[in-house]
């Protein structure tokens, strides 16, 4: 078993800057590809941003290209989501998610087998 927990979330500004982490515990050699997927109250789940195994292919939603950046130091377990230039749209729950089945990048929530509780960003306009 994997356990991911996220931690960063909170309130913020339009306009500005949040780091968030998902650290990973368990099987951890069991994970690969990794990602990041965000579910805004009354609305379905989305895709985020995607890690490959090794960091070295990223993947992200149109939404958030060019403002968040996915990262991962896998010596320390550790997966990350710089969020800059933050808009209210990005107002959401906050997951990681871990993908035993998958080596490169993957925005399809189905080939992630472990998932964290989320974590809370609200950006306020």
């Known amino acids: 078993q994997v356990q991911l927990v996220e931690s960063g979330g909170g309130l913020v500004q339009a306009g500005g800057s949040r780091r968030l982490s998902c650290a990973a515990s368990g099987r951890t050699f069991s994970i690969h590809t990794m990602g990041w997927f965000r579910q805004a109250s009354g609305k379905e789940r989305e895709f985020v941003g995607t890690i490959s195994s090794t960091g070295t292919w990223t993947q992200y939603s149109d939404a958030v290209k060019g403002r968040f950046t996915i990262s991962r130091d896998n010596a320390k377990n550790t997966l990350y989501l710089q969020m800059n230039s933050l808009k209210s749209e990005d107002t959401a729950v906050y997951y990681c998610?871990?993908?035993?089945?998958?080596?490169?990048?993957?925005?399809?929530?189905?080939?992630?087998?472990?998932w964290g509780q989320g974590t809370q960003v609200t950006v306020s306009s």
């Open positions: 998610a871990a993908s035993t089945q998958r080596y490169s990048v993957s925005s399809d929530a189905t080939e992630y087998d472990y």
